[in-house]
């Protein structure tokens, strides 16, 4: 699951993390065989999947790693000019303008994108990008805590200002942390411009907690979480609607129910895609890796790797994601434009209002 996912609001930060590595795509000869897909942290795909590729079209993918997403956004941007590779994955709907104002990819229509939803393919300019996969920033619970509390989980964004859960939710850095940032936005786009900041007031007055990134918030605050072993004391937190079927991953017999929940009222859309970067050395590999990203074998692969839903909308999704994970019927979604139009002003209120 995507996880300290850095919104990197100062273009400066992480910049010598992909600094010197060379271009990884390809010129002549043996390097002509290789792609390269520049991404962030928590990519991750199946080897047989990333072997059928190599199988189909010859090139073998080599994976150039540039820490957390907005990290990796921002050293795209930086080396405009000097690509690091051919591809890029991971930049998502709340950092996408500041890759397209850049000019950091290169137009081109991937095969399959007719079976994506025309909502996912909005704001892609003119095919720069493509939708790759989606999911929910939500808030999430802990069943067992509020059970023994015999108080009913929040459903919505105004639960969670209510006295009744004083004291009990941790949300990420908007400045630090794409989930953070992703609630930020719930927050704006739901209370308006006149009421999102009243709206965090109130939170600040119910004892909310923010910390820097979701790996701190899940698994050292939160509750519920597994990983954490229950250490942390706060049974609401900023996650993913596909966060449950994480925590029962693996477990054998599998539950009748996730130990944590999704309050479904409180969710953010967040798309991520892929584009073509501006001066790839090997476009023509780069193309076909953007049609495989799109193509089912990728796209089925993706629930369990990632945990996030599949762009297309005919891929299928695993029983563990279907009967465990949430799916917000009408979740807060925000345009990309608006979203670059607003985002350094909102992060820097919000900075202002929350932290000091």
């Keep these: ?110 095969k399959g994108l007719d079976k994506v939803p025309a909502a996912l393919r909005d704001g892609t300019g003119g095919h720069r990008v493509t939708p790759v996969d989606t999911g929910d920033i939500c808030v999430n619970y802990d069943r067992d805590w509020f059970a023994r509390e015999k108080l009913a989980p929040p459903r919505s964004l105004d639960d969670l200002a209510k006295p009744a859960y004083k004291d009990l939710l941790v949300t990420e850095n908007a400045a630090t942390s794409s989930p953070g940032l992703g609630f930020l936005l719930a927050t704006v786009e739901t209370y308006g411009d006149d009421g999102w900041e009243g709206y965090w007031k109130k939170l600040r007055a119910n004892g909310v907690e923010v910390v820097d990134g979701w790996e701190q ?89 990632m945990f996030v839903k599949p762009a297309r909308a005919d891929a299928k999704l695993p029983e563990l994601f279907t009967r465990y994970g949430a799916t917000a019927d009408r979740p807060v979604v925000m345009e990309p434009e608006r979203i670059g139009a607003g985002r350094e002003q909102w992060v820097k209120s919000w900075t202002s209002l929350v932290l000091k």
């Design 1 to 110: 699951m995507r996880q300290t996912v850095t919104t990197g609001l100062a273009v400066a930060l992480g910049a010598s993390l992909l600094a010197g590595c060379g271009s990884g795509g390809s010129g002549d000869g043996e390097a002509s065989k290789t792609v390269t897909l520049v991404t962030h942290d928590s990519f991750a795909a199946s080897k047989k999947v990333l072997a059928a590729f190599t199988e189909r079209t010859g090139y073998e993918v080599r994976v150039l790693r540039g820490g957390d997403a907005g990290s990796a956004v921002n050293q795209a941007v930086l080396n405009k000019d000097n690509p690091q590779g051919d591809v890029f994955f991971g930049v998502d709907n709340t950092l996408l303008s500041r890759a397209l104002d850049n000019g950091v990819f290169t137009p081109y229509e991937a």
């Design 217 to 305: 918030a899940y698994n050292d605050r939160f509750s519920g979480s597994a990983a954490g072993k229950g250490k942390g004391d706060r049974p609401l937190v900023v996650s993913y609607a596909s966060s449950p079927p994480v925590e029962v991953l693996g477990k054998e017999p599998l539950p009748k129910e996730a130990p944590t929940g999704v309050a479904e009222g409180t969710c953010f859309r967040q798309t991520e895609f892929a584009g073509l970067l501006s001066g790839a050395r090997n476009e023509k590999g780069g193309k076909a890796l953007l049609d495989f990203l799109l193509g089912r074998e990728f796209q089925e692969d993706l629930p369990l790797q």
